[in-house]
């Protein structure tokens, strides 16, 4: 489609990232993301306001929503925005807490305006949109890489929660880390009578109903943990360089790959009769694919197990606190995955490693989340699910 021509659609779903914007519409309540184009934060500057003084910018978001309808067309009646950073539901101001806007004051009014929403708008943390974006998974969206019972474990993909209610989570690693868990209430009609009316629901054959209820946290910053005394030296060092506190999110995420491989060229890889050295990579796609070369390199596979080990501690921790059912892992997992996958289980073994509770941590069923083809986030999806139930 042309800028030339305007049309109008249902809604526009934003994923706000703390480096990258993915823009998409839907044209009716429940269909596919179309139209997805994604957007670079830093070819968008902002020039920051005073917050509360009201006035706001129309450059960055706003600037990409007034570009994005320039050149589909759309004119959504309706908008959904996950993006990082707390929200304030009762502001309009939105304040980035990382990346190239970091510090940025978002005026929620102004990115209406540009997209021309006559609606509704809603506006969550992008944490909101991991967890709804189970509410859009197809079967070829997940793979099984293990937990629960065979009768379960049959890698459809159709999450149980959504069928018989119950505790989901979702672990996002990308740029940083993020968790959280999504109880999805079963209400029979006994309870249904005695529900207030226009809660937002799923409803269910037999008289029964579903209400989602979210349960975000800042879990990815809560302080890392590991099993092995290898994993112990890459956590003493990484902790040192930040001032004695290391987080899950220093070593599990994409800025933590880095940290990890850093750490690991420092100590060497004694297990494989490696010596130290100095960091020859300068970023974490460099790391992950050294990992994955035809020849792989030794410390960029070192570093991939370390970082699979602190991660699965935490995913783990979160289980036990959450009482966590099933465990959707998206972002950076995947990648990961391709290594758990050759028998070599660091995540997996981290996460059951709990003593008399790892049967518990076991029983949860775990699904890696594929990147689909089309680009869409998981995010993006989430924030169209988001929305229709009620977020």
Not at 150 to 174: F, I, K, N, Y
Request: net charge negative.
């Amino acid at each position: 489609m042309t800028g030339t021509e305007v049309r109008e659609c249902h809604g526009v779903q934003v994923d706000g990232g703390g480096t990258k914007i993915q823009v998409s519409v839907r044209l009716v309540p429940g269909g596919d993301l179309i139209d997805v184009l994604t957007f670079e934060a830093k070819d968008y500057p902002v020039t920051n306001t005073k917050p509360g003084s009201g006035m706001g910018s129309d450059e960055g978001l706003s600037k990409i929503a007034a570009e994005y309808v320039a050149r589909t067309g759309w004119r959504p009646r309706n908008g959904s925005v996950v993006i990082a950073g707390p929200v304030d539901q009762d502001s309009d101001e939105h304040i980035i807490p990382n990346g190239p806007w970091k510090d940025i004051i978002i005026q929620k009014s102004h990115v209406r305006r540009a997209f021309g929403i006559t609606e509704e708008l809603s506006w969550n943390v992008d944490m909101v949109g991991w967890a709804c974006s189970i509410g859009g998974l197809r079967p070829d969206d997940v793979a099984w890489i293990g937990g629960g019972s065979a009768l379960a474990s049959d890698e459809s993909g159709v999450s149980q929660v959504l069928q018989h209610g119950g505790t989901a989570g979702v672990s996002a690693m990308g740029t940083g880390l993020g968790q959280i868990g999504i109880e999805m209430i079963l209400l029979t009609q006994r309870r249904l009578d005695a529900a207030l009316r226009g809660s937002h629901s799923l409803v269910l054959p037999g008289g029964k109903m579903l209400i989602p209820n979210l349960r975000p946290g800042e879990s990815g910053h809560c302080t890392a943990a590991h099993l092995t005394p290898y994993a112990g030296q890459v956590y003493e060092l990484v902790a040192e360089e930040f001032g004695g506190h290391c987080s899950t999110e220093r070593l599990a995420s994409g800025l933590g790959i880095f940290n990890a491989y850093r750490a690991v060229c420092h100590l060497g890889v004694p297990h494989l009769g490696l010596r130290a050295k100095q960091p020859e990579l300068p970023k974490q796609e460099d790391v992950t694919a050294g990992a994955f070369a035809p020849q792989p390199d030794p410390y960029c596979e070192a570093t991939l197990d370390v970082v699979s080990e602190i991660y699965g501690v935490g995913v783990g921790n979160f289980i036990l606190a959450h009482g966590i059912e099933e465990m959707f892992l998206p972002g950076l997992a995947w990648l990961l995955h391709n290594r758990w996958h050759k028998g070599l289980r660091p995540f997996l073994d981290a996460c059951v490693s709990k003593g008399r509770f790892g049967q518990y941590v076991g029983s949860t069923r775990f699904y890696v989340m594929k990147p689909r083809k089309s680009g869409v986030t998981y995010a993006s999806i989430g924030a169209a699910v988001a929305q229709e139930w009620g977020f």
